[in-house]
């Protein structure tokens, strides 16, 4: 075991340890305020005396590798990591309701924590993703507060991953559905793939009505599938005690941040981010070249073990790093800032003109792009961020620019290189013939040879019932992109992008029963009086 863990250890990048001979307590139960037995893993260094605890709870199993190769490198450094497990997950009692139960049983345990003779009344937490969330449900919370975080691609609330735009996010959330209702009884706790499983949760995704769709994918029903079919709507505060971020900004608890630039919760978690900077809290984050993958975690793991021996250890050696750090995609260069955006940013318009065309001026005359939509054969999507990993990221984007349902704006080949940092959104004045609609908006690159490759979008569902020209303001996702000189860029419009979203059935019914289907003829204006731009991130003028 000590020869391979020294190997992990050389794999992910980690300082030497310090303290490899570490001992296990499994399967301590950790009574909640209504009976409910939780149970908890606990690593630490062997015969020490009490230690601060850092904890980790989670809905994936205490047992799998995530988890307990956290706790050990975590643990060999000197540390004490508790690993429980959520309600109604693996060993714990009670029933799993997703996002609701993590406050409430997430205070009772750190409770717990401190009344152990083992503990030394100080505690951080770490983990990502879920276990992140987890960690924002009692940090804004705790007296005394907790003495560190370290967040990984997550974020203080999770209801605008779940309807970006107000857009019910179909792949993900039924991926995920599907993951959390199948990973007790997969072979090997799901470590190995199966494709057959995988195949069905991918056509459950054209299933209707949406709100049945788990049992298409995975043969039963999965409640969180149902409760956020179910609460899609406008001004539905179903998630309202699910959100942290108002509690987060009077928080004193020293954060770190990793996320990527693929990753679906990275718009919430910048904004988790500068919201902690502006209240002045000690904050820093790392954005990289990754998604909601593995290839964060590696970073994560570094980060964790430099983040906490800081603050639970005194290496104050470890801070000694700028706030910002980000990786520029295309140009292979990790910047340093000490804000984000960086203020070397600037926002700059660029305007869909007629014929096709991109450009830096804004228009004159010209007449609206038309296409229709059609949800009974819905606008295709490729790449992006998405959970699955094996679908996210850049992709070719040419079949889906060749369909008739969607508008392309090609600039001209760039004189030199063009960086973009910071946020993206895009102004389009649109108008529909049903009043019931999706705006889809994506920037690409497009190389020497003609491949496009998507590099940041977002969706908007339009107001209900509007019969007139319509002033859509888009959030795209932020980016840290260089393209290149030579390359073009481009913008696609479209009336959605499915799978990726749920198709808007243009009927005005729920996303949850939907099932009938009516075309949307759409105008997207693009003349001196309306016009449609996307607003860059501009790094170092143009």
């Known amino acids: 075991m000590g020869m391979l863990s020294r190997l992990f250890d050389q794999l992910l990048g980690l300082p030497e340890a310090t303290t490899p001979d570490i001992e296990i307590a499994r399967d301590l139960p950790v009574p909640m305020p209504d009976g409910v037995v939780l149970r908890a893993d606990r690593y630490r260094p062997r015969g020490e005396g009490p230690l601060p605890v850092v904890l980790m709870r989670t809905p994936y199993g205490k047992h799998k590798l995530d988890s307990k190769g956290t706790a050990r490198i975590l643990a060999r450094r000197g540390m004490q990591v508790v690993v429980q497990d959520a309600r ?33 009344g100080r505690l951080a937490t770490a983990g990502a993703s879920y276990v992140g969330f987890t960690q924002w449900a009692i940090g804004p919370y705790l007296d005394p507060p907790l003495e560190a975080m370290c967040l990984g691609v997550t974020a203080s609330e999770f209801a605008t991953t779940f309807y970006p735009g107000g857009v019910f996010a179909l792949h993900n959330l039924l991926t995920w559905a599907s993951l959390i209702g199948t990973q007790e009884e997969a072979p090997l706790g799901g470590l190995l793939p199966d494709p ?41 505060t179903f998630w309202a005690d699910t959100d942290n971020s108002a509690a987060a900004v009077k928080m004193t608890t020293p954060t770190s941040m990793v ?20 209240a002045g809290n000690r904050s820093r984050i790392l954005i990289g070249p990754w998604g909601h993958d593995l290839g964060v975690m590696r970073a994560l793991m570094a980060e964790q073990v430099s983040w906490l021996s800081a ?65 009974a054969h819905p606008t295709r999507s490729v790449g992006g961020p998405l959970l699955d990993m094996r679908e996210s990221k850049q992709r070719d984007n040419r079949a889906v620019e060749a369909r008739s349902d969607v508008l392309v704006h090609t600039g001209a ?80 419009v479209a009336g959605g992008a499915f799978p990726r979203f749920a198709r808007n059935h243009g009927t005005g019914e729920a996303v949850e029963e939907a099932v009938g289907t009516r075309p949307t003829r759409f105008e997207i204006f693009q003349d001196a009086e309306r016009p449609s731009a996307l607003t860059l991130p501009v790094f170092g003028g143009l």
């Open 413 to 492: 080949p760039l004189p030199r290189d063009l960086d973009l940092i910071g946020p993206v959104s895009a102004t389009v004045y649109v108008r529909t013939d049903t009043g019931h609609a999706d705006l889809f908006v994506r920037l690409c690159d497009v190389d020497e040879t003609g491949v496009s490759r998507n590099v940041t979008d977002g969706i908007l569902r339009l107001p209900a019932g509007s019969d007139g020209v319509v002033k859509a303001e888009v959030e795209l996702h932020p980016t840290g992109y260089r393209f290149l000189r030579g390359h073009r860029l481009r913008v696609q």
């Open 259 to 278: 996320t990527g630039w693929w990753d679906l919760l990275l718009p919430a978690q910048l904004r988790d981010y500068a919201a902690l900077r502006e």
């Open 311 to 375: 603050h639970l250890l005194g290496d104050t050696a470890q801070l000694q790093r700028s706030p910002v750090r980000l990786y520029l995609q295309r140009a292979g260069r990790w910047l340093d800032f000490d804000r984000w955006p960086p203020p070397q940013s600037v926002p700059t318009e660029l305007h869909l003109l007629p014929y096709g065309r991109l450009g830096w001026s804004a228009p004159g005359e010209g007449a609206p792009g038309v296409f229709t939509y059609d949800p």
């Open 196 to 236: 057959r499983k995988d195949r069905r949760v991918r056509r459950a995704m054209a299933h209707v009505p949406i709100g049945r769709s788990d049992v298409a994918a995975i043969g039963k029903q999965v409640p969180f599938l149902r409760e956020v079919a179910a609460h899609s709507g406008v001004g539905d």
């Open 88 to 120: 109604g997950t693996f060993g714990s009692g009670g029933r799993f309701s997703a996002f609701h139960q993590e406050k409430e049983d997430g205070l009772a345990t750190a409770a717990w924590l401190r009344e152990q003779p083992w503990c030394d």
